[in-house]
C-alpha cells in the first residue's frame, strides 16, 4: 500500500470529502445496500447543509440506482470528469454513482476479472466530480475480494478519513461471515464504527406476533464479544423492503423546481416507514464520534 | 488411479495473495509477460515463455477428474443471501436420500463459505492421500469439498483476488477425490465473478448439466438475477430454472400469509416468463428453515410434513425431470 502522505489522483479528488464511511458484511443480502442508501438519506437529513455521496462499487450486483430511485439514468461527463447523479434534485445534496449507471441495458451482466475492477474503482474514486461532501458512503458487495482490496489499495492515501460500518443479520451463517469481514478490517487497519444487526425480527401485520424470521441478537451478542459498538438492530420492515424496490417516480422530481420546493420525495417516505425513526438512533452513534474527529 | 497434477498439500489460504499486477494483460493474451504491466510480475517468466498461453495446464487433469462425474449442476443468483447455499443443501440432502446415488458438493464460495455450517461439519479437516484431498463425508454417499475445511479459524478473512480463487477451484476440481459420482452440485457466491469464470472455463470441456439460479421475490433481487440469466446465455451454460425462494411467510401465530419480500415486479414467476426460463417452484419463508442451517441439520428430515419440505420435493422432482433422470 501507498503510504499515507503520497498524493495520487484520488487523494486530490477526495480532498474535500470529511469522512468515507465503507459499509461491508461478508455475507450476502444482509443489507449493506439498504444500509448504506438509508445512511446517506439520513445523513443527508441530519443537518439542513450536509452534502452526502453514495459510491457503489458492487459492480456485478449494483442495487444503489435501484434503490434511490434512479434507475435508467445516464452519467454525465464534464471536462472535469464524471458528474455523479442528484438524488435530490435541484438542492443537489446527495449525489450517487455505480456501475449501473454504465450499463445499456438493465439484464447486462458485468463479467469482469480482478484488474478491470480495481481499474473501475479507481476511476470512481478518482474522475468522478465528487466537490465537496461531508460524507461519502461507500456500499460494497459481499465477501473480501478484489473490490474490497482495491478499494483500500486506493484509499491508502486518505486513510485517516475512513471508518466502516459492518452489516450483519442475526443467523450464525451471517454471523461467521461477519466475523470475516471485522478480521478482514482488523488486517486492513481500518477503524470500525460499529455493527448494526438488520432484519432482526418480525412483526406479524396481522396479528402482530413477532416472530424471529431470521433468528435474533447474535449480531448484539457479538458485537459485545468483539468490543464493538452495537449500533441497534433494525426489524424486518416490508415498507421498507417495497419503498426500495420501486422507489420510482423520483425522475421527475430531479426535473422540476415545484417539486424540489416541496422536498425530496423519497426521504419524504423513506420517514414514513417504521424504520427511518430507529436508523436515525443509528446515524447519531455514527455521527457524534465522527464530529469530535473534525 | 487419477494421476494428480502437484499432489501439494492444501494452500494456506491466509499467505500473501500471489497478485497478478493491476494491468496484466491476462496470461491467454498475446501480451502475456511482455506487457508493461508485466515488468515484475513474478509470472512474468512463464507467461512470456508462452506456456500459461492457451488452455490451462490444469484442463486436461479436471477433465479427466470429472469423467467418472454424470451431472454437473451449478446453482447461482446475482442476488446474495438468496438461499443459495441452502437450497445446494437441501438439493443434497435430498439427493442423498437415495442409497444408490453418489453426490458432492464443491463450494465454491471462497470468501463466504457457508456449506461446513450448513451441514454441521464446520470444524473438519480435508485430508490428503496420493489420490488427491478427500472430500469431507456428511454420510456415506454425500461429500463436501469447500475452503472452510482449510481456514485455521472460521473467523479468517480469505482475502484472496482473483487469480488465487481460480487457483483453488482449479484443485478442487483436479485434486480431490471425488470418486464415481451422480450428481456434483456447486454453490457458488452472488455476482458473476472470478470463480463462475473460473467453473464455468474449467468445467467447458467436461460440460455443465445446468445451473439452477435462486431468487428472492423482490426487485432489488430480480435485477441481479436477470444479470446471472444474462451471464449463463453469455458462457453457454443451461438455465435448468428458477426457484423463487422466500415467497410469503405463514405466521405461526394467526396462520395468515404475509409477503415480506414483496414481489413488486411480479417475482420470480414473470421474471421467468419474462426471460423464458422455467420456472421450477417457490419455497415459503421458514423460520425454521435458517434455524437448520444454524444447526447443521436437515430441513427435510426433521420437518417432512412442512409446506417448505413439499415445496423442495416438487422442484427437486422438476430438476430430475429437466435433466433426464
Ligand atoms: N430491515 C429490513 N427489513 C426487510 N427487508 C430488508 C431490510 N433490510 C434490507 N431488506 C431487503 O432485503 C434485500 C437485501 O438487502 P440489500 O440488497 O440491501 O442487501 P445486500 O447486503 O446489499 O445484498 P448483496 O450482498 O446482494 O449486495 C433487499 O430487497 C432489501 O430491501
Ligand atoms: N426459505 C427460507 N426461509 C427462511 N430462511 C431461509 C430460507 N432460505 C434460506 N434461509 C436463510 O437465509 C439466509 C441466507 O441463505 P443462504 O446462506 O443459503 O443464502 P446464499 O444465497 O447462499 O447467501 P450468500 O450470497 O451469502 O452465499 C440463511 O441464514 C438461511 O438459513
Ligand atoms: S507476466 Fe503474466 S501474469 Fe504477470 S502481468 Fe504479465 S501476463 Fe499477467
Ligand atoms: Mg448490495
Ligand atoms: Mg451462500
Redesign the interface.
Known sequence: MASSIQETPVSRRLKNVKHIIIVCSGKGGVGKSSVSTQLALSLRGSSPTNKVGILDIDLTGPSIPRMLGLDGHPVHQSSDGWVPVYADGEERRLCCMSVGFLLKKKEDSVVWRGPKKNGMIRQFLSDVRWGDLDYLVIDTPPGTSDEHLSLLEHLAPVHSKLSAVIVTTPQAVALLDAMKCLSFTRATNLPVLGLIENMSGYVCPCCGEVSNVFSTGGGEEMAKREGLKFLGSLPVDTELVTLLDAAEGDHSSNAGVDESTKGFGLWERYQKTPTAPLFSKIVEKIEVPLRAES | MIAVQQASAPPDPLSV?TN?????P?TESDLAGKADACAGCPNQEVCASGKAKGPDPALPFVTERMASVKRKILILS?????GK?TFTAQLGWAFAADDDLQTGIMDVD???P?IP??FGIASEQVHSSSSGWSPVYVQDNLGVMSVGFMLPS??????????K?NGLISQFLKDVDWGTLDYLLVDT??????E??SIVSYLKESGIDGAVVIT?P????L??V??????CR??GIKVIGLVENMSG?V????K?E?????P??GGGRRLAED?GVEFLGAVP?D?RI??S??YGISFLDEYPDSPATTAYLDIIEKIKYQLGD
Open positions: 495473495p497478478a499486477p493491476e494491468h496484466c491476462g446475482g442476488k446474495g443471501g438468496v447455499s471462497i470468501c463466504g457457508s455450517t450448513i472460521s473467523k479468517d478473512a480469505v482475502m484472496w483476488r482473483g487469480p480463487k457466491p452472488p455476482g458473476t465473478s472470478d463462475h469464470l428472492t423482490q426487485e432489488v433481487a435485477q441481479d436477470r444479470r446471472e440469466i444474462d451471464f453469455k458462457v411467510f405466521c405461526p401465530n394467526c395468515n404475509t409477503q415480506i419480500f414483496k413488486s415486479t426471460m419463508l423460520p435458517g434455524k442451517a444454524d
